[in-house]
């Protein structure tokens, strides 16, 4: 039980005053409001897809069997998630394949969410379970799908497909119960044109030895971990294969390998640092896939199988802190999941925080000091644009996008959170309690109050009056940083901040820039503090110096482009074109156009750039663009 009576009469007599006040209806947490499935009345227990890939249609066509258990005898409509689905048939699978129709019905379309796909039941009762088969297939439009033609590819010669179901777009390709709450197993038949190769966040079933009729190779996949529909994923190309380590390896198109292998060297001691830590690894293999550059995010944590972007590798292993956080979510995240995405902190905020804590361990105190204080940066700067409620690390995101609800909130002041946890109890104690905490919670879905009870049982309660409910609330409920919070010590940077200054008053030459030695994260600081405007002349001798235009370091040229275009610097503006008509991460792309978009000159810019990129994003991508670059007058 999570409430005491009296805590749920609170509870109804809040409602009744936020319905009385504002019309709106209280929040209740533990509801997901970013799905239609009825999860009291049927849970989907395993998926069962089989599906063809056909890259001239740029569908998937195929079937799915979901394994239903009835939880309420009266029920008799199962809701399931949907979004852009031809459906042709619906039908219950019975013992010795006979299969007999079901009556179905799509729902109106809501705003970020997809159709409901009504299916009537036949009665039965509680605890029983059935097989439903949904023939159907996807459109060219699936929002959790991107296939890419030949000529978008690394390699030229083939296409690419691959999926981001996080948070929402599993139902794009899949019919089910697309919410973190409900967890399944599931195996794959993927059939793929010949010379393809398939991957999924699953282990490897046998593949067939010859193609079908259609000329397509069947692969099989089995996970056999309940996990959410988020961390179903597939990807699938002309894939070469690197083990890194007995149980780590990395797979992307042939001609990247060997940069990936060279720049992931450390993925086995990761896992191993991550377990001294937080326990065992429970998922068997990590591997590593990394995509083409239009992956829409820097990575996503598919179980087994983390996809990559390629704009990590740097040459240096400077960026692999990414790869540590994906594999952190292999604890928090993929063991113990959100059951809403209000609960995302729980996901990101340990996240950061369990990545940082192998980036001290592999790479160095002085690394991860830098590394968190550009998160706090970045925070500090999302805070001063975001509205107060998208403060709060339990966010109501009724009726926006959870897509959009992806701020460093939910990242940055998460892990500051926890470490305030630390500081109050020590980092032995922290870890032990964590470590107990991912063993409690392994394979299930919580909220954040079932977050924050296991806390007060499990740790506050050894020591009373470490943490105050006032302090839990400020970091969970109220807006801002709280003046308690214990932040990272700022003076990692000062010798950079001292040349910054130096040099942009004129009193070092940049020649005398003591760059040469400088990381990733020390550029990173440089430009990203630069005044708001500097001389064409100085912004010349950084160029002519630095190269930074052509720096092969995606995130050095991102926070170049971002000082380049406040001051109207054109020599950059072709390099600047190159990098958003490769590169398609969100994060990357999308405050590039902001920034151009603040000038008239800029927009214009903007525009024509994004005529020309727009047909390579992700359409993740391509609806965070929409929204800023609109067609001029
Ligand atoms: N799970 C997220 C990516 C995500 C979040 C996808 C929300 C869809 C909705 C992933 O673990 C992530 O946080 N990626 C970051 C990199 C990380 C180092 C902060 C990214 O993509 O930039
Ligand atoms: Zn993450």
Redesign the pocket.
């Known amino acids: 039980m999570r409430a005491s009576p009296l805590v749920a009469l609170a509870g109804v007599a809040a409602l009744l005053h936020v319905v009385v006040a504002s019309g709106a209806e209280q929040l209740r947490p533990g509801v997901d409001y970013h799905s239609f499935a009825n999860v009291a009345q049927f849970r989907v227990r395993s998926v069962d897809l089989d599906l063809a890939v056909d890259f001239d249609a740029r569908r998937l066509t195929g079937h799915v069997d979901l394994n239903v258990a009835r939880l309420d005898k009266n029920a008799r409509r199962l809701v399931l998630d949907t979004r852009a689905l031809d459906i042709s048939s619906v039908s219950l699978i019975e013992k010795g394949a006979r299969s007999t129709p079901l009556t179905f019905k799509l729902g109106p379309a809501r705003e970020f969410l997809g159709k409901p796909l009504n299916i009537d039941m036949p009665a039965g009762p509680a605890g029983t379970s059935s097989v439903v088969r949904i023939e159907y297939r996807t459109q060219p439009q699936a929002s959790g799908l991107q296939l890419l033609t030949p000529a978008q590819t690394a390699g030229k010669k083939h296409p690419y497909l691959f999926s ?1 179901s ?2 929402i ?1 599993a139902r794009s390709w899949i019919p089910l119960q697309d919410t973190p709450q409900v967890r399944v197993t599931y195996r794959a038949t993927i059939r793929v044109p010949s010379g393809l190769i398939a991957v999924m966040s699953a282990a490897h079933g046998p593949v067939d030895a010859k193609p079908d009729e259609r000329g397509l190779t069947a692969y099989r996949f089995e996970m056999t971990e309940a996990i959410p529909s ?1 961390l179903i994923a597939v990807a699938v190309g002309d894939l070469a294969f690197r083990p890194l380590g007995p149980r780590t390896g990395v797979y992307t198109e042939p001609s990247v390998l060997e940069a990936a292998a060279k720049e992931f060297v450390d993925l086995e001691s990761m896992v191993s640092t991550c377990e001294k830590l937080f326990g065992p690894y429970r998922w068997g293999r990590y591997d590593l896939l990394i995509l083409p550059p239009s992956a ?6 598919n179980p087994r199988l ?1 996809f990559i ?1 390629p704009t990590v590798i740097a040459g240096d292993r400077s960026l692999v ?2 790869i ?3 594999l952190a ?1 292999s604890w928090s ?1 993929n063991l113990v999941t959100n059951a809403t995405w209000r609960d ?1 902190w729980l ?2 905020g340990f ?2 925080y369990l ?1 940082r804590r192998i980036v001290e361990a592999l790479y160095g105190q002085r690394r991860e000091q830098m590394e968190d204080e550009l998160g706090l940066q970045s925070l500090r700067r999302d805070l001063a644009d975001l509205e107060p409620p998208a403060h709060h690390l339990a966010i109501d995101l009724r009726g926006q996008d ?2 959009e ?2 701020t460093q909130v939910p ?1 940055e002041k998460g892990k500051l959170f926890l470490q305030f946890i630390e500081s109050r109890f020590g980092r032995e104690t922290l870890d032990t309690f964590l470590r107990g905490y991912f063993d409690h919670f392994a394979f299930q879905s919580i909220d954040t109050e079932q977050f924050l009870d296991y806390l007060r049982t499990n740790l506050l309660a050894k020591k009373p009056g470490a943490i105050s409910e006032q302090e839990i609330h400020a970091w969970v409920y109220e807006p801002g940083i709280p003046g308690f919070a214990v932040l990272p010590s700022a003076d990692v940077f000062a010798s950079i901040d001292r040349a910054r200054t130096a040099w942009s008053s004129g009193s070092m030459s940049t020649e005398h820039l003591p760059a040469s030695g400088w990381s990733t994260q020390e550029w990173q600081h440089f430009l990203d503090n630069m005044p708001a405007t500097l001389p064409r002349t100085k912004l010349d001798e950084l160029e002519k110096a630095f190269s930074l235009s052509q720096s092969g370091n995606a995130e050095i040229a991102f926070s170049w482009f971002r000082v380049a275009i406040r001051n109207d610097y054109t020599p950059a503006y072709p390099a600047l074109e190159r990098y958003l008509t490769t590169i398609g ?3 990357l792309v999308r405050p590039l156009y902001d920034d151009l978009m603040k000038s008239a000159r800029g927009s214009e810019l903007a525009r024509s750039i994004y005529a020309k990129a727009r047909p390579g994003y992700h359409p ?1 991508t391509q609806t965070a663009v929409d929204a800023i670059v609109k067609p001029g007058k």
Not at 296 to 301: D, F, I, L, R
């Open positions: 981001q996080q948070a777009h988020y829409p995010y820097g990575g996503m944590e983390s972007t802190s990414l540590a956080h994906e979510h995240g995302f996901n990101e996240t950061v990545e959870p897509d609800g992806v990242y991460r969100r994060k993740i």
